[in-house]
C-alpha cells in the first residue's frame, strides 16, 4: 500500500478517512489535519466541493481568492488537491512547494509533497522533507511508512522490512499494513513467513482482493477448499470494492488452475480482465501507427549523423532489459546480478519518463523534439537518466541492470542518449507470454486478447526494425532457447557485454538478492522447464489471442517476412 492510499489526512489524495480500528495512523492523520485548520468558511465550502468530485467551481472560487489574497497558504494547498484530482500532478507538486514556501511549518502540505515526490521517483528531494517531518515527529507512523515505502523503491529492502514489520506489529488491525509486510518478505525470499503476513492481512479485512491473490500467487501450496469457498462467498457480496473482486478472480482461477479445471479457471480469468479493461484507455490503431513513426524517424541516416557528432553520453554502465512482460526477464536480471560486475536495481521509470518530458506527454511530439536535439542535449539526457538512476546503486559494481519491459518502445531513444549501453531482449514464446500477462492481477488494467496480440506483433515489428538499423547493438535471449542451454546462453550473452564467464551466473538461484517482480519465486529455483507448452491448456479459449498474433506465433522463434 503506498502511503497515499492510506492517510485520512491527505487532503490532496481526497481519499476517505480511516477508521478507528486503524488507530495510530487515525490519530496521525488527525493531529497532522488539527494543525492547520481551515477557518475561512468560503475554504471550508471550496474544499467540500474538492471531496465531492465539483473540480470546476472550486477551481473558479480559488481562483477568485488568491487574486484578492495570492499568498494564502490554505488556498494553495486546496488547489494543489484540485490539481491533483484532475490528474495534474506536477502542477500539484509545484503549489505544494508555493504553499511551503509561504508556510514552513505546514506539516500536511510538506507531508504530501514528499508522498507525491515518492511515487514520481524524486527521492532525493523526499528525503529532504522527510527529515524535516521526522524531526518534528519522529514516530509518527504516517511518516515512517513514507520513509519505508522510499526505502523499498531504492532497494533497501532489509531497513523497509524491519520498518513495516514495527508498523504492522504497533497497528495490528491493518490490512495493508500486513500487505506490505508480505510484499517486503517476498522480496527477500522468505516465502514461509509471506503466507503468515498475507494470512493476518485477510484476518484484519476478508475482502481483500490483494491479499488472497499475493496469497494465490506466492505458489507455495494450492489453495485450500476453505480459501476457494471463502473467495467464491466474497464474489456473491455486494460491498465488495471493484478492484478487491478482480483481484480474487485472479487468485480464484489460480486455485481452479492448480486443480486441473481450466475451463473454471479461464472463466475467472476472463472476467477479471474485462472488468479492468474499463480503466485502461488503448487505441489499437494508434499505437501501431506510433510504432511506424518510430520506425519512419530511426533510420541508419538518423542514427549515423548524431554519432558523427558525438551526441549522447559515453557511460558504458546501463544494461537494459527489455520485451514483454513474463518473457523472462526476471530469470536473465537474476543470472546477470549473480556476476560479480553487474548490479540489479529495479524498473525504472526514468527512460519512460524522459520520452514524457519531451512530448509533454504526446508521443508524436517527443518524435519532433527528439529529432530537433543537438548532441549536447542528447548528451544531456543521458546524464540525466544516469543521475537519477544513481539513487539505486547500491553495490558499487561497474555495470547495473534497468529491468523495465516497457523499455522496448525507447530503443531509439536509448540509443541516441546512451550509445554505448547495452540492450538485451527477452523473448519468450508468444502465446505463452499474453496469457501469463492475462492470468497476472495488475490493478492499472490491461488488454484485451486481440490487443494483446496486435500489441505483441508491434513489438516485434519495432524490434525488427532496430535489427536492421542498428545491427549488433541488441541482444536477443529467446527463452526456450535458454531452458534447453544455459550455459551456452550465458555465455552468449556475458560476451555480448564483453564480460568474462563467471560461474555464479549458473548458481543465480543460490542468490540472496531482493527480487520484487511475480516472477521472484521462479527465480529462485533452478532452470527448469515445468511451464513451457502450459499454455496450450487453456488454447480452447485463446481464439482472439491466436487469430491476432498471426505468424509471429506459427514463425516464433523467428521474425516473420512481413515485419522484417
Known amino acids: 500500500m503506498t502511503l497515499l492510499q492510506m492517510n485520512a489526512a491527505d487532503p490532496v489524495a481526497g481519499l476517505p478517512v480511516v477508521t478507528a480500528e486503524v488507530d495510530r495512523f487515525a490519530l496521525a492523520a488527525s493531529r497532522l489535519a488539527a494543525q492547520r485548520p481551515l477557518r475561512h468558511k468560503r475554504l471550508q465550502q471550496v474544499a467540500d466541493w474538492i471531496d465531492e468530485g465539483r473540480l470546476e467551481p472550486a477551481a473558479l472560487e480559488l481562483k477568485k481568492h488568491l487574486a484578492r489574497q495570492p499568498a494564502d497558504a490554505d488556498a494553495i494547498y486546496l488547489q494543489a488537491r484540485t490539481a491533483l484530482r484532475l490528474g495534474r500532478r506536477d502542477e500539484a507538486l509545484a503549489l505544494l512547494a508555493r504553499c511551503m514556501r509561504i508556510a514552513p511549518g505546514f506539516a500536511a502540505a510538506r507531508f504530501n509533497r514528499a508522498s507525491l515526490l515518492v511515487q514520481a521517483w524524486r527521492f532525493e528531494e523526499a528525503r529532504e522533507d522527510l527529515q524535516l517531518l521526522r524531526r518534528s515527529d519522529p514516530r509518527n507512523p504516517l511518516f515512517r511508512q513514507l520513509e519505508a515505502n522510499l526505502l523499498e523503491t531504492i532497494g533497501d529492502t532489509e531497513?523497509?522490512?524491519?520498518?513495516?514489520?514495527?508498523?504492522?506489529?504497533?497497528?495490528?488491525?491493518?490490512?495493508?499494513?500486513?500487505?506490505?509486510?508480505?510484499?517486503?518478505?517476498?522480496?527477500?525470499?522468505?516465502?514461509?513467513?509471506?503466507?503468515?503476513?498475507?494470512?493476518?492481512?485477510?484476518?484484519?479485512?476478508?475482502?481483500?482482493?490483494?491479499?488472497?491473490?499475493?496469497?494465490?500467487d506466492l505458489r507455495i501450496e494450492p489453495l485450500a477448499d476453505a480459501d476457494v469457498a471463502a473467495m467464491q462467498a466474497l464474489l456473491r457480496r455486494n460491498d465488495v470494492s471493484a478492484d478487491d473482486r478482480a483481484a480474487c478472480r485472479f487468485a480464484l482461477a489460480k486455485a481452479f488452475e492448480d486443480r486441473g479445471e481450466h475451463a473454471l479457471a479461464f472463466e475467472q480469468i476472463d472476467q477479471a480482465n474485462a472488468a479492468l479493461r474499463l480503466r485502461f484507455a488503448f487505441d489499437a490503431d494508434a499505437h501501431s501507427a506510433e510504432i511506424a513513426r518510430k520506425k519512419a524517424l530511426f533510420t541508419p541516416e538518423f542514427f549515423a549523423q548524431r554519432r558523427a557528432a558525438g551526441a549522447g553520453s559515453p557511460a558504458r554502465d546501463p544494461i537494459f532489459l527489455l520485451g514483454r512482460p513474463r518473457s523472462g526477464s526476471t530469470l536473465l536480471e537474476q543470472i546477470l546480478a549473480s556476476h560479480p560486475a553487474i548490479e540489479?536495481?529495479?524498473?525504472?521509470?526514468?527512460?519512460?519518463?524522459?520520452?514524457?518530458?519531451?512530448?509533454?506527454?504526446?508521443?508524436?511530439?517527443?518524435?519532433?523534439?527528439?529529432?530537433?536535439?543537438?548532441?549536447?542535449?542528447?548528451?544531456?539526457?543521458?546524464?540525466?537518466?544516469?543521475?537519477?538512476?544513481?539513487?539505486?546503486?547500491?553495490?558499487?559494481?561497474?555495470?547495473?541492470?534497468?529491468?523495465?519491459?516497457?523499455?522496448?518502445?525507447?530503443?531509439?531513444?536509448?540509443?541516441?542518449?546512451?550509445?554505448?549501453?547495452?540492450?538485451?531482449?527477452?523473448?519468450?514464446?508468444?502465446?505463452?507470454?499474453?496469457?501469463?500477462?492475462?492470468?497476472?492481477?495488475?490493478?492499472?488494467?490491461?488488454?484485451?486478447?486481440?490487443?494483446?496480440?496486435?500489441?505483441?506483433?508491434?513489438?516485434?515489428?519495432?524490434?525488427?526494425?532496430?535489427?536492421?538499423?542498428?545491427?549488433?547493438?541488441?541482444?536477443?535471449?529467446?527463452?526456450?532457447?535458454?531452458?534447453?542451454?544455459?550455459?551456452?546462453?550465458?555465455?552468449?550473452?556475458?560476451?555480448?557485454?564483453?564480460?568474462?564467464?563467471?560461474?555464479?551466473?549458473?548458481?543465480?538461484?543460490?542468490?540472496?538478492?531482493?527480487?520484487?517482480?511475480?516472477?521472484?519465486?521462479?527465480?529462485?529455483?533452478?532452470?527448469?522447464?515445468?511451464?513451457?507448452?502450459?499454455?496450450?491448456?487453456?488454447?480452447?479459449?485463446?481464439?482472439?489471442?491466436?487469430?491476432?498474433?498471426?505468424?509471429?506465433?506459427?514463425?516464433?522463434?523467428?521474425?516473420?517476412?512481413?515485419?522484417?
Open 159 to 216: 531497513r523497509s522490512l524491519a520498518m513495516f514489520e514495527e508498523l504492522a506489529q504497533e497497528n495490528p488491525g491493518q490490512c495493508e499494513s500486513w500487505l506490505s509486510v508480505g510484499q517486503a518478505r517476498r522480496a527477500v525470499g522468505r516465502r514461509a513467513q509471506c503466507v503468515e503476513a498475507y494470512r493476518q492481512a485477510l484476518a484484519c479485512r476478508p475482502t481483500s482482493g490483494r491479499a488472497w491473490w499475493s496469497l494465490a
Open 344 to 564: 540489479a536495481t529495479a524498473e525504472l521509470p526514468y527512460i519512460g519518463a524522459l520520452a514524457d518530458t519531451l512530448g509533454a506527454h504526446d508521443e508524436p511530439r517527443s518524435l519532433e523534439v527528439l529529432d530537433a536535439l543537438d548532441a549536447g542535449a542528447l548528451r544531456a539526457l543521458g546524464e540525466e537518466y544516469l543521475r537519477r538512476a544513481q539513487a539505486h546503486r547500491r553495490q558499487g559494481r561497474p555495470f547495473f541492470i534497468d529491468k523495465k519491459p516497457a523499455n522496448f518502445a525507447h530503443v531509439g531513444l536509448i540509443h541516441l542518449v546512451l550509445p554505448n549501453a547495452r540492450i538485451i531482449d527477452a523473448r519468450r514464446d508468444p502465446a505463452a507470454t499474453c496469457l501469463s500477462i492475462l492470468k497476472t492481477y495488475n490493478s492499472s488494467g490491461g488488454l484485451r486478447q486481440h490487443e494483446l496480440g496486435r500489441y505483441y506483433r508491434d513489438y516485434v515489428a519495432l524490434m525488427a526494425h532496430f535489427d536492421r538499423v542498428l545491427p549488433g547493438r541488441v541482444h536477443r535471449v529467446i527463452h526456450e532457447d535458454l531452458l534447453r542451454d544455459p550455459e551456452g546462453e550465458i555465455r552468449r550473452m556475458l560476451d555480448f557485454l564483453e564480460l568474462p564467464f563467471d560461474e555464479g551466473c549458473l548458481r543465480f538461484h543460490e542468490s540472496k538478492r531482493t527480487v520484487r517482480t511475480p516472477s521472484s519465486e521462479q527465480v529462485r529455483r533452478p532452470i527448469n522447464s515445468d511451464g513451457v507448452g502450459r499454455w496450450r491448456c487453456y488454447e480452447p479459449w485463446l481464439g482472439p489471442l491466436l487469430d491476432s498474433l498471426g505468424s509471429v506465433q506459427t514463425a516464433y522463434p523467428a521474425v516473420p517476412d512481413e515485419l522484417r
